[in-house]
């Protein structure tokens, strides 16, 4: 179980959309995708897993 406080790295990002690291920087640089950007720490790109959560609430579609 995931918490909210928890950062992902850029292959479990990967792994949870099942995409590419190339797209997902894809969608970093899109902005109007408004994809969370990553943090950087010791040259690594980590995401914070709440900024995914709430990304991914942000892209139902009510129909």
């Known amino acids: 179980m995931t ?4 950062f992902v790295t850029g292959p479990q990002v990967q ?13 970093v640089k899109d902005a109007d995708l408004n994809f969370p950007k990553p943090i950087q ?8 897993m709440a900024d995914l959560v709430s990304w991914e609430a942000s892209q139902v579609v009510v129909s």
């Open 15 to 27: 792994a949870r959309y099942q995409k590419s690291h190339v797209t997902i920087w894809r969608w």
């Open 41 to 48: 720490i010791n040259r690594l790109n980590y995401w914070r």
């Open 3 to 6: 918490t909210q406080t928890e």
